[in-house]
């Protein structure tokens, strides 16, 4: 089972500068094909965890492993190296408006890529293909020579996704992806995210605010609370005391979609 | 949490009202005093030109009028010197600009540090005028076409510099940040990020900068940096008011011109 382990967090800390503590020793593994759903409330340290695997942020104490190699230590080019291994969607979808749809999915290759090819937009032929074929897939091959600022939230949302697979990532981060979506987007983009990453047989770490939605997608649930993991295990397992314990308030105070399906 | 959220946000909203009207009262009450003490001070008096116009009027009924506008066609090509003055500045200064603020932005710069210094290095330039700098150049280099050029870059430079880096801080933070995510390098954020994201913003920015610096160098040839500026200071010297006046109406069409025209092109640039 170790070398199933795609991503270790040993005792992660980390402190920002205005000395509020994000994380509290946080210890966690997980393996590839899991779709994990991390939920908790605003300021839990949800996106921190997530920004810390692709060095966004940077780790104050701790380990933190990626396919076994660590990476709290590493400068310049082997950060390059760990981040196009990982894949990020944001809540702001974060594309290049003004380009097309096609240049921004590119974008995904930037990693893999010299300087002076990227700059003249030179990608190979295959990466173009793929493109293509992953367009199709998320079912937005007709609007790939339209500007990216054109499309509807759920579109742009689901370029970011053609994005974040154009990296060929083992490990996918999605940071809220459809906090700003509505409810038909959501599903879209939350069903593009789970097939393509359940095909690809890559880990995807998820953060939502919606935890009908993590139970309906996660295979395991991982509750923050303050910077601590509360809660770690399956989506059944996740009672209304044990929400109530990570959103530190009653149950009655929080929107969950249908009460009924929680255990007491 | 949903609670908790609302109330902080009316607390915040019925704290900044009357703050707000009473400092407007305040700075009102103070400039007036101000101005006040000023006009004590120097003994001007802002009446002398409604009550005794006499001397305006005569000097411009009698010197300027009839305006002369046949030296305008004999120095045509110092008013295209002054035109190409300012957009030579601006083209220059944009493109030192652009390659200072990607290094100045605190989303793109490579080192951290790097970016106060920038920032504190372009506001010192800014906060020095164009004309200053013209007699700082002037006194050291001597007085010259070349020099005045300089100096107008100089002012151009420190102002889109500052533009530049608003403009990146504004624009692309979320895209770099993916871009980042992606494994992109400093140069691929420039290019495949800032440039398409920006590009519109920073042309806003170059064409209002040509606008300015054709009121600029049109002062700054007055005082040694030829062009039609030089032309209209030697005839007011030598008393030609009539040819002055023909200048001084040649400038200004000048300017008008310039200013549609870029205006014109700025539209063209934000819609497209």
Not at chain 1, 52 to 59: F, G, L, S, V, Y
Request: charged share 20%.
């Amino acid at each position: 089972m170790e070398q199933n382990v795609l991503l270790k967090f040993e005792n992660v800390s980390k402190n920002y500068a205005n000395g509020v503590q994000a994380l509290k020793n946080v210890t966690l593994e997980i393996e590839s094909g899991e779709f994990v759903a991390i939920i908790g409330p605003s300021g839990a340290g949800k996106s921190t965890v997530l920004r810390c695997i692709n060095k966004m942020i940077d780790a104050s104490e701790g380990k933190i492993f990626v396919e076994g190699q660590e990476i709290t230590r590493l400068h310049g080019k082997s950060i390059r190296e760990v981040r196009r291994k990982v894949g990020m969607i944001f809540q702001n979808y974060n594309l290049v408006y003004r380009l097309s749809v096609m240049q921004n999915v590119l974008h995904g290759r930037l990693g893999y890529m010299s300087d002076f090819d990227s700059i003249f937009g030179h990608y190979k032929e295959e990466d173009k293909i793929r493109a293509v074929e992953l367009l199709s897939e998320i079912g937005l091959h007709e609007f790939m020579y339209n500007r990216a600022g054109e499309l509807s939230g759920g579109q742009k949302q689901r370029v970011g996704i053609a994005r974040a697979f154009m990296q060929n990532p083992k490990i996918l981060l999605c940071d809220e992806p459809i906090s700003s979506l509505d409810p038909s987007s959501s599903k879209i983009v939350m069903d593009n995210i789970y097939d393509l990453s359940q095909k690809h047989h890559i880990a995807c770490i998820v953060n939502l605010h919606q935890i009908d939605v993590a139970l309906n997608y996660a295979t395991r649930i991982i509750g923050l609370c303050d910077g601590q993991v509360v809660y770690d295990g399956s989506a059944e397992g996740l009672s209304r005391k044990m929400i109530e314990e990570i959103y530190h308030t009653s149950f009655d105070n929080l929107i969950v979609g249908n009460g009924e399906k929680y255990g007491t | 949490m949903v609670h908790k959220e609302t109330t902080d946000t009316q607390k915040k909203k019925t704290k900044r009202n009357p703050r707000g009207s009473h400092a407007y009262e305040v700075l009102l009450i103070i400039a007036a005093v101000l101005f006040i003490l000023a006009t004590a001070y120097t003994q001007y008096n802002p009446m002398d030109i409604i009550l005794q116009p006499q001397n305006f009027i005569s000097f411009i009924t009698n010197d300027f009028f009839p305006v002369d506008f046949s030296k305008v066609f004999n120095n045509l090509d110092t008013i295209f010197m002054t035109i190409q003055m300012a957009i030579g500045a601006a083209f220059i200064s944009a493109i030192l600009a652009f390659i200072t603020a990607v290094f100045g932005s605190r989303y793109t710069a490579p080192f951290q540090p790097l970016t106060k210094i920038i920032r504190g290095f372009a506001s010192f330039l800014r906060n020095i005028p164009s004309l200053v700098w013209a007699f700082i150049l002037f006194m050291s280099l001597g007085v010259g076409t070349g020099v005045g050029f300089v100096a107008l870059s100089i002012s151009t430079y420190s102002f889109l510099v500052r533009s530049f880096i608003e403009t990146i801080d504004e624009v692309s933070t979320d895209s770099i940040e993916a871009l980042t995510s992606c494994g992109a390098s400093f140069w691929q954020k420039i290019f495949q990020g800032v440039i398409p994201s920006c590009i519109q913003g920073f042309l806003s920015w170059f064409l209002y900068c040509i606008e300015v610096n054709i009121r600029d160098s049109t002062i700054i040839g007055m005082v040694g940096g030829g062009g039609i500026g030089m032309v209209l200071f030697t005839y007011i010297k030598s008393f030609k008011y009539h040819s002055a006046s023909g200048i001084i109406l040649a400038v200004a069409l000048m300017v008008i011109i310039v200013d549609v025209l870029t205006n014109y092109l700025r539209k063209v640039v934000e819609t497209s």
